[in-house]
């Protein structure tokens, strides 16, 4: 199943960057590979989310989607929660002891303690695809160029970020994570991630994962338009961070800012 819908509109509309190619404005920020982790080659990854030391995820497709606790090293899930059709799962933020999963069409996120135990629900209108919390606010993505902010408590909508690269809005936004100031978002249908500024929604950089691909094997039956790198997690004490993609069997640990292969 996927974003069919979304996918026909973005095409249409032909003011949006198109990332993948990348006649855009802002430069390409380099990458170090720091590590390489396992990764559950089934997992369709929606959202990723770090915390003391293993990895929150959330994963997608109606009647294979879940909340998991994923041990980084060996990659093994040590606690998933299923959510059950006709629920989709996509973003995931962690916010005051709990955990909050987005679902895509369905206008409903489900809220978790600690133990992954659902203790409760919020609704919003439109599409959920990413999701994060910059400590004051949360912000939601939904495929258009409008990053939208929530307050935490009611999930009340409370503003949008219009996401531009020079004078273009920039579309599909996917995944999110701030680490540092910014957003980062997965730019679906494509290797992309955005930085961008949350103030002005500026793309400050691009962060081609292509290269990435080079690293693990692909089965025969890789499906390339729908296993595409979507999956950001941030480290704040190592500033390192974590991604990977839908079906991907490897979890990367990168560092910005430096081009030289590990």
């Known amino acids: 199943m996927v974003k069919t819908l979304i996918l026909t509109i973005a095409l249409c509309a032909c003011a949006v960057v198109?990332?993948?190619?990348?006649?855009?404005?802002?430069?390409?920020?380099?990458?170090r590979v720091v590590a390489e982790h396992p990764h559950d080659a089934a997992a369709f990854t929606e959202g990723l989310v770090y915390e003391d030391g293993h990895l929150y995820e959330s994963t997608g497709l109606v009647g294979?989607?879940?909340?998991?606790?994923?041990?980084?090293?060996?990659?093994?899930?040590l606690r998933l929660?299923?959510?059950?059709?006709?629920y989709y799962g996509e973003g995931l933020a962690r916010i005051a002891g709990k955990w909050?999963?987005?679902?895509?069409?369905?206008?409903?996120?489900?809220?978790?303690?600690?133990?992954?135990?659902?203790?409760?629900?919020?609704?919003?209108?439109?599409?959920?695809w990413g999701?994060?919390?910059?400590?004051?606010?949360l912000i939601l993505s939904d495929g258009t160029p409008s990053l939208r902010r929530f307050e935490a408590e009611h999930f009340t909508e409370t503003g949008r970020i219009n996401v531009h690269d020079g004078d273009e809005p920039v579309a599909m936004l996917n995944e999110l994570e701030f680490a540092e100031g910014h957003i980062y978002a997965n730019v679906w249908m494509t290797d992309r991630i955005a930085e961008i500024d949350p103030v002005s929604g500026t793309v400050l950089a691009?962060?081609?994962?292509?290269?990435?691909?080079q690293r693990f094997s692909r089965p025969a039956d890789w499906n390339g338009r729908e296993n595409v790198p979507n999956g950001i997690a941030y480290d704040p004490r190592s500033h390192h961070f974590f991604v990977t993609g839908k079906r991907w069997p490897k979890l990367f640990e990168i560092t910005l800012g430096d081009n030289n292969g590990h």
Request: net charge negative.
């Open 206 to 213: 691009w962060i081609d994962l292509g290269p990435l691909y």
């Open 131 to 137: 999701l994060t919390y910059d400590g004051q606010s």
């Open 81 to 86: 929660r299923p959510v059950m059709p006709p």
């Open 100 to 128: 909050l999963q987005l679902t895509w069409t369905t206008q409903v996120g489900f809220i978790y303690n600690n133990a992954l135990q659902p203790i409760g629900r919020f609704s919003y209108r439109g599409e959920g």
């Open 64 to 77: 294979q989607s879940s909340l998991r606790e994923v041990d980084i090293t060996s990659g093994k899930v």
């Open 18 to 31: 198109d990332a993948q190619t990348l006649a855009t404005s802002a430069s390409l920020q380099p990458f």
